[in-house]
């Protein structure tokens, strides 16, 4: 259940069988949001959404359309999607760590935007 991140423009991610694309990538910088365009396959059916998976509005209303669309209970969605946000998290910070540190002209360090 790791995320692969061999195409960082179309990472992938599999929970039992359900597949999950994030087709363009996930934004390394603003931890503020994780804004990222999905693809959600099930059985040869697939849903196809752009979204902020820190909205918790839209992020349910996603949930509610895959469990309708793929006839799974909304809590096994959910919770697909709750293990999902963490490995992206964690991914995120990781690749932050791999950023070079900016510095200003006088050499001092600058915060990441």
């Not at 209303?61 to 293990?83: D, H, M, N, P, W």
């Not at 995120?92 to 600058?110: A, I, V």
């Amino acid at each position: 259940m790791e995320l692969n991140t061999e195409n960082r423009e179309h990472i992938i991610w599999q929970y039992e069988q359900i597949n999950f694309g994030f087709l363009g990538g996930l934004k390394i910088e603003g931890l503020e949001r994780m804004r990222v365009t999905l693809k959600v396959e099930y059985k040869q059916q697939a849903v196809r959404h752009n979204l902020d998976l820190y909205n918790n509005e839209s992020l349910d209303k996603l949930v509610r359309r895959c469990a309708e669309r793929f006839t799974l209970g909304t809590a096994y969605i959910s919770g697909a999607f709750a293990t999902l946000i963490n490995l992206l998290e964690a991914y995120r910070l990781e690749q932050l760590k791999l950023l070079p540190k900016k510095k200003n002209r006088h050499g001092n360090l600058l915060k990441q935007k």
